[in-house]
C-alpha cells in the first residue's frame, strides 16, 4: 500500500513543484488555496463523514460474504443521500460565495477577493466529484481492493501538472480551478474498475429505513463534526494568514505540504488496509489491541526521524523542493519557517490518525469528536494570541499544538473507554522514540555545521542521513522490538506475492 501511495504522492509532489515555479507564493495562489477551502466547507463537511461512516457497516457485510458480492443497499442509499445533499448544497454556496469570502479572508482586497470568488464558482463543480469518489473507494476498501484508490491521485496530479505548467503562463490562476475540477473527473472514473471486479453494483435508492443505512446514519453526526472541524482549523489558518504578508496562506500550505507527504505515504496508506481490519476485529479487543500497537510502532519509529531532519534541515528542504522559477528566496524562507514549526505534528498526527480511526471502528464516533472540538479551540486561539507576535510561525506552532493535545488525550481516551491500547507499551515507545530523537538531532546539527555552505541538496541529505542512521543505530542498540517491523512488512509482501 505505501508503494502504491508513493507513486500517487510522487506525481502530487511534482505538481506542487509546477505551481511553485508558475505562480510563486503570491496573491493569485493564495486566492487558491482560500477558494480551496471554500469548497471543502462542502465537501469536507459531507463526503469524507458519510465515507468514514461507510467502511464499518460494509466492511463486516463483505466479511460474511461467501458467493461473491450481491450489493450493499444501505451504501446505495448513502450514495444517493450524499450525491443530493452536496449537489444542493455547492449551488447555495456558489450564491453566497461573496459574503463567505469576506469572511474567511479579511485580508483580502477588492481584486483577490474578486479572484478568489470566481475560483471557487469553479472548483465547487468538482464537489460531488469526490464525494463519489471518496465513497466509492471506501467501498472496494472495504473488500480489500485498494490498488485503484491508491493510484487515485496519478490521473489527477498529470491533469493539475498540464493544468499549471502548460495553460497557466496563459491562461492564468483560472487553469489551476479548471484543472481540478477535470482531475476529480479522472479520480472517480479511476473507483470503477475494481467494482466491475467484484461484480458490484451501485444504485441510485432512498431507502432511508434500511439497516445499514441507517447504522451510517448514527455514526455520521459525530463524524461530520469530526471533518468540520478539521475544515474549520484551516480556514481559520487561513484567514488569520490573510492578515499577514502577501504569500503567507502560500507558505503555510506549501510547508505544510512537506510534512503532509511523509504523514500521506506512511499513515494514510496504512490506515487504508489497517481501517477496515479494525472494523472486521471490532468483537476481539486483543486482536484490535495488536493492530493498534503495530500501527502506532509503525507511525513513531518512521516518523520520529523525519520530523528531526525537518527541523533541522527545513530551509534546504524548501529550497530543494520548491526554489525554482518564481518562488524566490523569501519565499523559501518562509516556506522553512512554516515547514519547522509544522514539523513535530507529524508525529502527533501520525498516532492520532491510528487511535481515532480505532475508536471509529469500535463505534465509538463521540469521544473523538469532542477531543477535536477542544483541539480546535487551542489552535484558534493559538493563531489569533500568536500570529501577530510570531508571524507565520505562531500559526503553525498553533497547529502543532492542537494535534499534539488530540494525539495524547484520543490515545487515552482509547485505553480508558475500550481497553483498546496497552499503556505501559506505547509510553516505553515514544518514551525511545523521544530519547533516540534527541540524540540523533545533536548529529544532524553537527552534520549541518559541516556541509554548511554546499548546495541545499547536500546539506539536506547529509543531515538525513546522519538523523536516521544515528536513529536505526540507536533501536539496534536498545533491541527496540520496533527495528523488526520493516523486516515484517517486507515479509508480508513477500508471502502475498506468492499467494497472488
Known sequence: ??????????FGFV???????????????????VAQGLMNIVLGLIAYAMARSAIPVTSREAAQEKDGCRGHPGFDTALTVTMIVLGVGGVVMSIFVGPVTAVIAPGFDGAQAETTEALTRIVLIATVLI??????????????????????GVPFNIIMIGAAGLFGPTYGIAALAVGFVVGSAARLLLQLPPLFSLGTRVRPRLNLGDPGFREMARLMPPMLVGSAIANINTLVDRAVGSTLEEGAITALSYGWRLVNLPETLIIASLLVPLYPALSASSKNIGEVRRLVGRGLAVAVSVLTPICVVMIIAAEPLAEVAFGRGAFTGDDITSTATALAWYAPALLALGCRQVVVSTSYALGDARAPVVVSVIAMVINVVGDIM????????????????????????????????????ELRPTVALIARALGLAAVAGAAGVGALVIVAGQPAIVVGGAVAIVVLGVYLLGLILLRAPERLLALDMVKGVARRSGRG
Open 15 to 33: 505538481r506542487d513543484v509546477v505551481i511553485a515555479a508558475v505562480f510563486g507564493a503570491g496573491a493569485e495562489l493564495d486566492a487558491y488555496l
Open 131 to 152: 464525494a463519489g469518489t471518496d465513497l466509492l473507494a471506501s467501498l472496494s476498501q472495504s473488500h480489500g481492493r485498494v490498488v485503484w484508490s491508491a493510484l487515485q
Open 1 to 10: 500500500m505505501t508503494g502504491l501511495t508513493a507513486v500517487s504522492t510522487l
Open 386 to 421: 500568536l500570529a501577530p507576535i510570531m508571524g507565520i510561525a505562531g500559526i503553525a506552532l498553533a497547529t502543532t499544538a492542537s494535534l499534539g493535545f488530540a494525539a495524547l488525550a484520543n490515545g487515552w481516551l482509547l485505553h480508558r473507554r475500550h481497553r483498546g491500547l
